[in-house]
């Protein structure tokens, strides 16, 4: 069984950084696709960033890409998203997802269906 508790959010201000952690519990870390998504009140959640299993490659939606930075620990089973220049538009409750599937394209780990397994979230405000 999979779980992955979410830690690292909390109250900022514009221009502050913050590291997210996703602590997983299980057997063969590197076996997994991992993502990030968000989700503001009155919105659907939205990927911000995903890794693939076979090769680590990484992806961004293009609203994130320079101040977001996914990666892993495979010996920690800790899964990070690294998030510099904060604006307040970054407020959200920020989710971990893992995915037993491999994708050979970017689309694939975008989308909150890809994944079976999910973590509590996190929250992130950004004060102006």
């Known amino acids: 069984q999979v779980q992955l508790v979410g830690s690292g959010g909390g109250l900022v201000q514009a221009g502050d950084s913050l590291k997210l952690s996703c602590a997983a519990s299980?057997?063969?870390?590197?076996?997994?696709?991992m993502g990030w998504f968000r989700q503001s009140p009155g919105k659907e959640r939205e990927f911000v960033a995903g890794?693939?299993?076979?090769?680590?490659?990484?992806y961004y939606a293009d609203s994130v890409k320079g101040r977001f930075t996914i990666s892993r620990d495979n010996a920690k089973n800790t899964l990070y998203l690294q998030i510099n220049s904060l604006k307040p538009e970054d407020t959200a409750v920020y989710y971990c997802?893992?995915?037993?599937?491999?994708?050979?394209?970017?689309?694939?780990?975008?989308?909150?269906?890809?994944?079976?397994?999910w973590g509590q979230g996190t929250q992130v405000t950004v004060s102006s």
């Open positions: 997802a893992f995915t037993e599937k491999s994708y050979s394209d970017f689309y694939g780990y975008t989308r909150p269906q890809t994944y079976e397994y």
């Open positions: 299980v057997r063969t870390f590197g076996r997994y696709g």
């Open positions: 890794m693939s299993a076979i090769g680590s490659r990484t």
